[in-house]
Nanobody, 127 residues
Framework: QVQLVESGGGLAQAGGSLRLSCVVSGRTFSTYSMAWFRQPPGKEREFVAAISFSDVSTYHADSVKGRFTISISRDNAKNTVNLQMNSLKPEDTAVYFC??????????????????WGQGTQVIVSS
């Protein structure tokens, strides 16, 4: 079983920055891929970015490319998946979810393809 706990959401002004973190615990393997999804108010959940544990390759949605960066940090046995969000826009307002996929690379952009999910963290960007 894998547990994902997100943190770092909050309120930011347009043009500002926030950093989201997702602590990954439980049984994980190098084959895992991690991703961030978001669900804007009244809309479907959408893919934001993904990263592979094995080779740290990344893939970002066009809507966030150049503004958001996904990364992994490792501290002893703890893995944390980060999402650095710069140049925020009001349309980035959403609940952000961390997700884990047991097998596969970074080009999986559908939420049903992921096996574990965090509880979500709210991001609000004011204009």
């Amino acid at each position: 079983q894998v547990q994902l706990v997100e943190s770092g959401g909050g309120l930011a002004q347009a043009g500002g920055s926030l950093r989201l973190s997702c602590v990954v615990s439980g049984r994980t393997f190098s084959t895992y891929s991690m991703a961030w999804f978001r669900q804007p108010p009244g809309k479907e959940r959408e893919f934001v970015a993904a990263i592979s544990f094995s080779d740290v390759s990344t893939y970002h949605a066009d809507s966030v490319k150049g503004r958001f960066t996904i990364s992994i940090s490792r501290d002893n046995a703890k893995n944390t998946v980060n999402l650095q969000m710069n140049s925020l826009k009001p349309e980035d307002t959403a609940v952000y979810f961390c997700a884990a996929k047991i097998e596969g690379g970074v080009y999986y952009t559908n939420d049903y393809e992921y096996d574990y999910w965090g509880q979500g963290t709210q991001v609000i960007v004011s204009s």
